[in-house]
Nanobody, 123 residues
Framework: QVVLVESGGGVVQAGDSLRLSCTASGLTFSTYSMGWFRQAPGKNRTFVAAISSRGTNTYYTDSVKGRFTTSRDNARNTLYLQMNSLEPEDTAVYSC????????????????WGQGTQVTVSS
């Protein structure tokens, strides 16, 4: 049984930073690409970032490039999302997901999902 658990969300002010974590179990973590998605209130879930299985390749949606960095520690089965210079528009529930292949921005290309962690950025 694959389980993904996100943590690290919270309420911050614009310009602050947060680091999200996603701990995985029930799979050989190091062999899977991973992704981050977010869902703002009243909106569809959208792609944020992806990382290849070894962490050598990353890809970001345009709105977070230069501000967010995803990384992974395969020895700890953990995925990270470092978010800097946060903006109110970043307010959303952030979820990690296991990808079938690296780099897809479509949620249909991801098979397992965490429950999400809330990030709220006040102006």
């Amino acid at each position: 049984q694959v389980v993904l658990v996100e943590s690290g969300g919270g309420v911050v002010q614009a310009g602050d930073s947060l680091r999200l974590s996603c701990t995985a179990s029930g799979l050989t973590f190091s062999t899977y690409s991973m992704g981050w998605f977010r869902q703002a209130p009243g909106k569809n879930r959208t792609f944020v970032a992806a990382i290849s299985s070894r962490g050598t390749n990353t890809y970001y949606t345009d709105s977070v490039k230069g501000r967010f960095t995803t990384s992974r520690d395969n020895a700890r089965n953990t995925l990270y999302l470092q978010m800097n210079s946060l903006e109110p528009e970043d307010t959303a529930v952030y979820s990690c997901a296991v990808g079938r292949y690296y780099g897809s921005i479509r949620s249909s290309a991801y098979d397992y999902w965490g429950q999400g962690t809330q990030v709220t950025v006040s102006s």
